[in-house]
């Protein structure tokens, strides 16, 4: 039997106590204040209802804002062991999350949140704030508009579990371990993935290097030379379809026409500037980005991808920083080696399966994630219920 499963036999044999959260603590909303009060230093430590769910997670010991000190009095405090709730936001989605502030002094907190003082376990209470029961009870209660809110009165009648503190402390322990173990597998499946990026670019770098003393032999002629730099139209006056529109941002829709149906390299001229993309079926392309008609009896279409991704043609930028923008006449002006035909198919191949890797590996990270996002939730729902104790 689990210390859980003794502590919950030992304390609360006929079932745990389901109570409103106005019966185990008290509300008291912030103080506002706003943006034009926040310092750099020497001020008061804040929490702004945006942190709670853009900086902070179930917890927190350490502020991230300060604001000016001359308004100090005026103010409402968290301190330590309080829940900060938060109140109104933009969506109704983040209503009604908590924060358990666990810092040793206190710290100002935004009139969009709450303060709720109890004598439970402070991130049992953070842990109960996200379950799905929970929010479904406030969900009916929450106003919609431009600033989507709850009152304290109506999350004072959220009905939740509260079993003995020794219960709810061996709950927060598990459920520590286990955000531990998760936030720990998160970042190893994202340190492989950009050990897996730094491998691919590494020996993409060695391959197209053919700069001498390495390869002599290899010609190299102006991008001009091998390819023509066709600019992109406007879209709006075709129908929908299954043809990708591209900017310099990626696919932006799909319509019913294509402008060119050839294996291709679209460069940006403008915006992204740092995106190339390797096309071999139909598309459309706007003007923020070119296409270009190559000479394939000269070179792949693949091969001079990979080259121009590895020049990171970004730093041909002709403009400011605000708008940045490769012209063609600054295009057409890059050097471009031309190895054999067959030293170009290897190239490719080598190179095409470190790509297909990498991105088989990031486009299966946000479902791992997800996945054990999923299955924390499971495990924090089901050690969060409890059989009701009879009234």
């Known amino acids: 039997m689990s210390k859980l499963s003794k502590l919950i036999k030992e304390l609360c044999p006929e079932g745990v106590e389901y109570r409103p959260l106005g019966e185990i603590g008290s509300f008291e909303r912030g103080r506002r204040f706003v943006k034009a009060d926040a310092v750099e230093s020497d001020g008061i430590p804040c929490v702004h209802y945006g942190e709670l769910y853009t900086h902070y997670g179930l917890w927190a010991n350490v502020h991230k804002s300060q604001i000016r000190s001359d308004i100090q009095t005026k103010l409402r405090y968290a301190e330590k062991n309080d829940v900060i709730i938060v109140g109104a936001g933009e969506n109704n989605i983040d209503i009604g999350i908590a924060v358990a502030w666990l810092g040793d002094y206190k710290v100002a907190v935004h009139d969009a949140c709450y303060i709720f003082k109890h004598q439970q376990d402070p991130k049992y209470i953070s842990y109960l704030l996200r379950t799905n029961s929970y929010h479904q009870q406030i ?3 929450v106003s919609e508009g431009k600033i989507c809110s709850i009152s ?4 004072a ?11 709810q402390q061996e709950i927060v322990r598990i459920l520590d371990r286990y955000t531990e173990l998760e936030e720990q597998l998160e970042s190893e499946l994202k340190a492989e993935l950009e050990a897996r990026k730094l491998q691919y670019e590494y020996y993409r770098n060695q391959l197209l290097n053919f700069a001498p003393p390495r390869n002599e032999k290899v010609r190299w002629v102006k991008l001009s030379d091998i390819a023509v730099i066709k600019p992109g139209k406007d879209y709006k006056h075709l129908e929908k379809g299954k043809i990708p529109v591209y900017g310099s941002g990626g696919i932006m829709t799909y ?3 294509s402008s060119y149906n050839k294996p291709t390299v679209l460069l940006p001229r403008k915006g992204s ?9 139909p598309f459309w392309n706007v003007d923020t980005i070119y296409y270009t008609e190559i000479k394939t009896d000269i070179i792949s279409a693949k091969f001079f991808y990979h080259y121009i991704v590895n020049e990171h ?3 041909f930028n002709t403009s400011n920083a605000s708008r940045p923008a490769l012209t063609k006449a600054v295009l057409d002006k890059i050097d471009i080696p031309i190895p054999h035909v067959d030293e170009q198919q290897r190239i490719v191949s080598i190179l095409d399966r470190f790509k297909a890797l990498t991105t088989d590996l990031q486009s299966s990270l946000p479902a791992e994630i997800e996945a054990r996002r999923k299955q924390y939730e499971y495990y924090r729902e089901k050690l969060l219920t409890f059989k009701r104790k009879a009234a």
Do not use: C, Q
Request: no cysteine; hydrophobic share 45%; glycine share 4%.
């Open 139 to 141: 969900k009916k209660f």
């Open 152 to 155: 304290a009165e109506n999350l």
């Open 157 to 167: 009648k959220a009905v939740l579990p509260f079993p003995p503190v020794p219960i």
């Open 255 to 257: 319509v019913s026409k």
């Open 273 to 281: 500037i740092g995106n190339v993309f390797y096309v071999d079926t």
């Open 313 to 315: 043609i970004e730093k």
